[in-house]
């Protein structure tokens, strides 16, 4: 099975930076796309941004021209550089992966969470 393990989240002032981390680790055919999901206290979850092996990007509005996601192929690394933090981006941040296993299925494979919180 493929494992995702997050690094990264903690408390940042409105107007700062963090970069979260995704790696996976495991064996599969393919892990494409990788991408990040938040939830924010009495909201749905939301897909923040995606990437695929090849470099295709799709960003939520509200987070465009603040946050980026770049990929590391030879490491299954994604990684999601948010700036210009706001207070709304406060949420518990999943990383997800499409895994297609040798000879099986697709199947979803999420990170436990990691909570950041924007506040002065």
């Known amino acids: 099975q493929v494992h995702l393990v997050e690094s990264g989240g903690g408390l940042v002032k409105p107007g700062g930076s963090l970069r979260l981390s995704c790696a996976a680790s495991g064996v599969a055919f393919s892990i494409d796309p990788m991408g990040w999901y938040r939830q924010a206290p009495g909201k749905q979850r939301e897909l923040v941004a995606s990437i695929t092996s090849g470099g295709s990007t799709n960003y939520a509005d509200s987070v465009k021209a603040r946050f980026t996601i770049p990929r590391d192929n030879a490491k299954s690394t994604v990684y999601l550089q948010m700036n210009n933090l706001k207070p709304e981006d406060t949420a518990v941040y999943y990383c997800?992966?499409?895994?297609?296993?040798?000879?099986?299925?697709?199947?979803?494979?999420w990170g436990q969470g990691t909570l950041v919180t924007v506040s002065s």
């Open positions: 997800n992966a499409r895994v297609q296993p040798i000879g099986r299925s697709a199947v979803d494979a």
